[in-house]
T-cell receptor, first 113, second 117 residues
Framework: AQSVSQHNHHVILSEAASLELGCNYS??????LFWYVQYPGQHLQLLLK??????LVKGIKGFEAEFIKSKFSFNLRKPSVQWSDTAEYFC???????????FGKGTTLSVSS | NAGVMQNPRHLVRRRGQEARLRCSPM?????VYWYRQLPEEGLKFMVY????????ESGMPKERFSAEFPKEGPSILRIQQVVRGDSAAYFC???????????????FGPGTRLTVL
């Protein structure tokens, strides 16, 4: 069965530290890739997405992600995190044969000021 | 352009009661998805609907759960005879289409947090 793995369950960083959250998926066909963010008490918001073209995707709030097809990965990065980035981050995959998003279990990011 | 609307935001039910969760998709979107989020878990797909049709319900429990998306009005996720294990956040998402294309991003509502006492 298709799956999405997020390697880090909980990441704790200080402000200005760099961030990289790992995401790997198991489906080998055509995929769309997403990162969603869920701030405390709020609903999921789209952070960025990859459909085709440049594998380096830039999203909102300074986030970016790189699609590496050979590694089935779509890691999320931010060069300098802020306290306001404290949230839960979900990687999700939509594959051509499917009908819905497949989510990873999420990574909780805690940023201390 | 209003986003995906869900109500109620919080719902408390006693065991054995019925829960009805409503979702109004974004304007122009005709595809609705329901997901469930359990504590410490990611979102799990439940059901995918288009107007008046259930397209994929492979993620929905066979008993007690049902969903509809009528021609007029919101999509409804209905849970009969709720049990404590149904306590979760239920999220609705909508999209314009469903193929692998740039127009088919799913946008999520704020969720309904169901608590079963």
């Amino acid at each position: 069965a298709q799956s999405v793995s997020q390697h880090n369950h909980h990441v704790i960083l200080s402000e200005a530290a760099s961030l990289e959250l790992g995401c790997n998926y198991s489906y080998g066909g055509t995929v769309n890739l997403f990162w969603y963010v869920q701030y405390p008490g709020q609903h999921l918001q789209l952070l960025l997405k990859y459909f085709s073209g440049d594998p380096l995707v830039k999203g909102i709030k300074g986030f970016e992600a790189e699609f590496i097809k050979s590694k089935f990965s779509f890691n999320l990065r931010k060069p300098s995190v802020q306290w306001s980035d404290t949230a839960e981050y979900f990687c999700a995959v939509f594959h051509q044969a499917g009908t819905a998003l497949i989510f990873g279990k999420g990574t909780t990011l805690s940023v201390s000021s | 352009n209003a986003g995906v609307m869900q109500n109620p935001r919080h719902l408390v039910r006693r065991r054995g009661q019925e829960a009805r969760l409503r979702c109004s998709p974004m304007k122009g979107h005709s595809h609705v998805y329901w997901y469930r989020q359990l504590p410490e878990e990611g979102l799990k797909f439940m059901v995918y609907l288009q107007k008046e049709n259930i397209i994929d319900e492979s993620g929905m429990p066979k008993e007690r759960f049902s969903a509809e998306f009528p021609k007029e009005g919101p999509s409804i996720l209905r849970i009969q005879q709720v049990v404590r294990g149904d306590s979760a956040a239920y999220f609705c998402a909508s999209s314009y289409g469903t193929s692998v294309s740039s127009t088919d991003t799913q946008y999520f509502g704020p969720g309904t947090r169901l608590t079963v006492l």
